[in-house]
C-alpha cells in the first residue's frame, strides 16, 4: 500500500523559513511525480508545485514563485518544499500527493498533511 | 488560468437518493490528440485529506464504489452518487490538469437530509 507522511510543519514567523518533506512507502518513488497542494483553514484545494520523475521538471504556482523551492532525493524516497519569505497567507495544511507519469495527471495517492501556521 | 467553477456550493440529500453535483471550466479540458477530458473528482470527508474518486473525467479510480459515477466533456462535468450513504458526507472538488497552472473548483458540500 502506497503511503505518504509529511512532516516539518509548525508556527513560523511572517519573513521566516520552513521546510517540509513527504516521505514516501509502499511504492517505487522514483516511479512518481509529485505535487504539493495546500488547504487554508475553512477554505478549498489550491496546488502549489509539482516536480517531475527525474526532478529535473519543476512548476510552480504564482503565488510561490521565487519564494518556495520543490526538491525530491529518490535514494531517500523523500520530497521536500523549502519555504522562504513566509506570509500569513501561506498559512494552510500542506499535502503531497504522487501523480503517475507527470504534471498533467490526476493526483492519485495523498499525504494526512502538515500544517503551517505564519504568525507573529 | 483555467477557472473551475461548481454548483451548487452545498446540498442535501436524503440516504439513498441521488446527488448530483455539477463543475465547468473556463476552457475546454478536452485534449484532441487522445480525446480525453483531464478532470478529476476527489472527495475530502471531514478532518481528512483528499481521495481521489473519477479521473480522465469518467475512469472511476480502484475501489471506489461504484455508485459514483463521473461524465461530461469540454467544458461541462458531472459527478453522481447514485444512492447516497452516510459514509458520502463530505465536500467534492474537481480539478484540470489541463493545463499549469493545475486549479480545482470551490468545492460542493453533501450532506444528509
Known amino acids: 500500500e502506497v503511503q505518504l507522511l509529511e512532516s516539518g510543519g509548525g508556527l513560523v514567523q511572517p519573513g521566516g523559513s520552513l521546510r517540509l518533506s513527504c516521505a514516501a512507502s509502499g511504492v517505487t518513488f522514483g516511479d512518481y511525480a509529485l505535487s504539493w497542494v495546500r488547504q487554508a483553514p475553512g477554505k478549498g484545494l489550491e496546488w502549489v508545485s509539482h516536480i517531475g520523475i527525474s526532478g529535473g521538471n519543476t512548476y510552480s504556482a504564482d503565488s510561490v514563485k521565487g519564494r518556495f523551492i520543490i526538491s525530491r532525493d529518490n535514494s531517500k524516497n523523500t520530497l521536500y518544499l523549502q519555504m522562504h519569505s513566509l506570509r500569513a497567507e501561506d498559512t494552510a495544511t500542506y499535502y503531497c500527493a504522487t501523480q503517475p507519469e507527470g504534471l498533467y495527471r490526476h493526483m492519485d495517492v495523498w499525504g494526512k498533511g502538515t500544517t503551517v501556521t505564519v504568525s507573529s | 488560468d483555467i477557472v473551475m467553477t461548481q454548483s451548487p456550493d452545498a446540498l442535501a440529500v436524503s440516504l439513498g437518493e441521488r446527488a448530483t453535483i455539477n463543475c465547468k471550466s473556463s476552457q475546454s479540458l478536452l485534449y484532441s490528440s487522445n480525446n480525453k477530458n483531464y478532470l478529476a473528482w476527489y472527495q475530502q470527508r471531514p478532518g481528512q485529506p483528499p481521495k481521489l474518486l473519477i479521473y480522465?473525467?469518467?475512469t472511476r479510480e480502484s475501489g471506489v464504489p461504484d455508485r459514483f459515477s463521473g461524465s461530461g466533456s469540454g467544458t461541462d462535468f458531472t459527478l453522481t452518487i447514485s444512492s447516497l450513504q452516510a459514509e458520502d458526507v463530505a465536500v467534492y472538488y474537481c480539478q484540470q490538469y489541463y493545463a499549469s497552472p493545475l486549479t480545482f473548483g470551490p468545492g460542493t458540500k453533501v450532506d444528509i437530509k
Open positions: 480522465w473525467s469518467s
